[in-house]
């Protein structure tokens, strides 16, 4: 693949934030002045690398069009699915084969570029067919028996955290092989949690890239003061550039 070939921000923003127990899609809540959404749109269309964003939204979203966003010439709408794998399968259509997809996640505003930079290295390795940003798993890693919701979790075992990462993304990997990875692992109703499970499930390659742990998925209330913290350094660090 040549560094020529277009990059493609992919955006899975059609999800309810269930786990943020709020009032609204946890996307649209407010970080500073302005949402989660719009953090994460312009961390990514700043970087030089990246020309367009295609975003999934709730056919049910009525928080989006009432950002100044919606109306960039840059961004292409399309419907999400039920599952975050079918939200990115619909961007996907609108890349051509040979465009590179970035795919992040809207509720991921505290990405920085320097990251960004280091995956896009990844295209030109040929030992791999693309990468995801990642970090190394820190704490000790525990198994629990199964349990109802009402029961007390208790341990099963410890797992070995030895060669465990946290998968971030964004994740980038050829539109086009990526497209059919992700068709085949929903055919086979594989858990497909990330585009990376749906590449390895198809026999490919994926470089972890070791990134900056601030890059947080904003998933339950106790995340929003950390990303407000996190955004914050991004600023005074851009700032100081
Ligand atoms: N059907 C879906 C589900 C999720 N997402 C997006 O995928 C990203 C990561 O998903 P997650 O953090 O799980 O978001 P939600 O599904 O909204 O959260 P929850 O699981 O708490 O409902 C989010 O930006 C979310 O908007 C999506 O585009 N389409
Ligand atoms: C894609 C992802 O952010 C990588 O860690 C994660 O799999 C998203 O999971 P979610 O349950 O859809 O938040």
Known sequence: MTVTNQVVAVVPAAGIGSRMRCDRPKQYLMLGNKTILEHTLQALISHPAISRIVIALSPQDKYFRQLPVANAPWLTVVDGGTERADSVLNALHTL??????????????????KDVDTLLRTMNHSEVS???????????????????????????????????????TP????????????????????????????????????????????????????????????????????RQD
């Open 171 to 238: 994740q980038l990997f050829p539109a086009g092989a990526l497209r059919i990875a992700l068709e085949k692992g929903l055919q086979r109703k594989l858990a497909i949690t990330d585009e990376a499970s749906a590449m390895e499930a198809a026999g490919y390659r994926v470089a972890l890239i070791d990134a900056d742990p601030a890059n947080i998925k904003i998933t339950r209330p106790a995340d929003m003061p950390l990303a407000a913290f996190y955004l914050q350094q991004l600023h005074t660090a851009d």
């Open 96 to 113: 051509n084969a040979d465009d590179w997809a970035l795919v992040h996640d809207a509720a991921r505003p505290c990405l920085n570029h």
């Open 130 to 168: 693309g990468g995801i940003l990642a970090t190394p798993v820190r704490d000790t890693m525990k198994r629990a028996t199964e349990a109802s919701p009402e029961t007390q979790a208790v341990v099963d075992k410890t797992e070995s955290r030895e060669r465990l990462w946290h998968a971030l």
